[in-house]
């Protein structure tokens, strides 16, 4: 069993190297639709939206509502800098380090308070916004692709919760608490593993 899990585990990380080039395709001709399907084209982005869904469900009340709401809203302050031409220096590294550290504070089942953890999110959200932003004048439509890009990252955060609630629906107690953990701390090793292919 520890030999199939150990095979999976492999597999998945050989095939990081392709899927982790997030803005590898041009954003020519792209509105909606592109702008929707672009956070799902890189595990940076959609791992780290994936784990402030995880962590929303992990803190419950206030939470679910806020800590998604701070990474959209700042996103797209983010998106408006990339935009404008605003530099913001080492934009892809801030992003990989955002799968690193919200997949930790899954895993470690902070508690920061409230305001903090959007703090926390929301200063991460701007560095995936910025990303995004600077392709932006390159799109067709760069309103309609913003808006795409902004549904579905709330989406993913919308998939993150229900992840988390489904684990620990469909695993009791206390292992259920640790199976959302275990799912942040692969978050986090994956985010690792994103740096070291970089």
Same mark, same amino acid.
């Given at each position: 069993?520890?030999? @199939?899990?150990?095979?999976?585990?492999?597999?998945?990380?050989?095939?990081?190297?392709?899927?982790?080039?997030?803005?590898?395709?041009?954003?020519?001709?792209?509105?909606?639709?592109?702008?929707?399907?672009?956070?799902?084209?890189?595990w940076?982005?959609?791992?780290?939206?994936?784990?402030?869904?995880?962590w929303?469900?992990?803190?419950?009340?206030?939470?679910?509502?806020?800590?998604?709401?701070?990474f959209?809203?700042?996103m797209?302050?983010?998106?408006?800098?990339?935009?404008a031409?605003?530099?913001?220096?080492?934009?892809?590294?801030?992003?990989?380090?955002?799968?690193?550290?919200?997949?930790?504070?899954?895993?470690?089942?902070?508690?920061?308070?409230?305001?903090?953890?959007?703090?926390?999110?929301?200063?991460?959200?701007?560095?995936?916004?910025?990303?995004?932003?600077?392709?932006?004048?390159?799109?067709?439509?760069?309103?309609?692709?913003?808006?795409?890009?902004?549904?579905?990252?709330?989406?993913?955060h919308?998939?993150?919760i229900?992840?988390? @609630?489904?684990l620990?629906?469909?695993?009791?107690?206390?292992?259920?608490?640790?199976?959302?953990?275990?799912?942040?701390? @692969?978050?986090?090793?994956?985010?690792?593993?994103l740096?070291?292919?970089?």
């Amino acid at each position: 069993m520890k030999r @199939l899990a150990l095979a999976s585990a492999a597999a998945a990380l050989a095939a990081l190297p392709n899927a982790a080039l997030a803005h590898t395709f041009g954003a020519h001709d792209a509105g909606l639709v592109h702008g929707f399907l672009h956070p799902v084209g890189g595990w940076d982005h959609l791992l780290a939206m994936v784990a402030v869904g995880l962590w929303a469900a992990q803190r419950g009340g206030n939470a679910l509502w806020l800590l998604p709401t701070a990474f959209v809203g700042a996103m797209v302050g983010g998106g408006l800098m990339g935009m404008a031409g605003i530099d913001l220096p080492q934009a892809e590294l801030g992003i990989l380090l955002s799968v690193v550290a919200l997949g930790g504070l899954v895993a470690l089942q902070s508690r920061l308070p409230l305001l903090a953890s959007a703090g926390v999110v929301a200063l991460f959200a701007v560095f995936h916004g910025h990303a995004h932003g600077t392709e932006m004048p390159e799109a067709a439509q760069p309103l309609l692709y913003g808006l795409g890009f902004a549904v579905s990252t709330a989406l993913l955060h919308v998939a993150g919760i229900g992840a988390a @609630l489904s684990l620990r629906r469909l695993v009791e107690g206390r292992r259920g608490t640790l199976a959302v953990r275990g799912t942040g701390a @692969l978050v986090g090793l994956a985010g690792v593993a994103l740096i070291a292919l970089g």
